[in-house]
């Protein structure tokens, strides 16, 4: 499936996820930041589209090459700020909450990082990616680059 498909058959849900991350965004996450926590959930539930997509959109946004290739390792890099570790570490929590639920040391650091306000809007962002990876994961939404040439993105 492409995500044209999902947008047009389902024009009512991709509107209201939309204005779920707007609504976020307006809390002052730096757009940056917001990206990089978007690739993280990405790369842990393997969602292609999202990563093809939050990648391009990092990029775009002038994001150093090292915060990408570093994501994965991103506790051993040395190349991510106290804002952005927060920020994963909380990611990371929420991300993999069936396996173990969120602990009070992520939470809490990220509470004093952020402030309660952007600690929701973080926390927000973080359930949102979550729901857009399940989303193009299960209907197996292609990143632009996998749709087969004879097939228009």
Known sequence: MLMREFTSGLPEVYGALGEIGRSARAAGLEPELVELVKLRASQINGCAYCLSFHTARAL??????AKLALLAAWRDAGVHDARERAAL????ALTLMARDHPG?????EARRVFGEAQFAALTVCIGLINQWNRICGGLGILPPEAVPPTQPA
Do not use: I
């Open 60 to 65: 775009e946004l002038g994001m150093p090459a």
């Open 89 to 92: 570490g909380w990611t990371e």
């Open 104 to 108: 009070e040391a992520e939470r809490a």
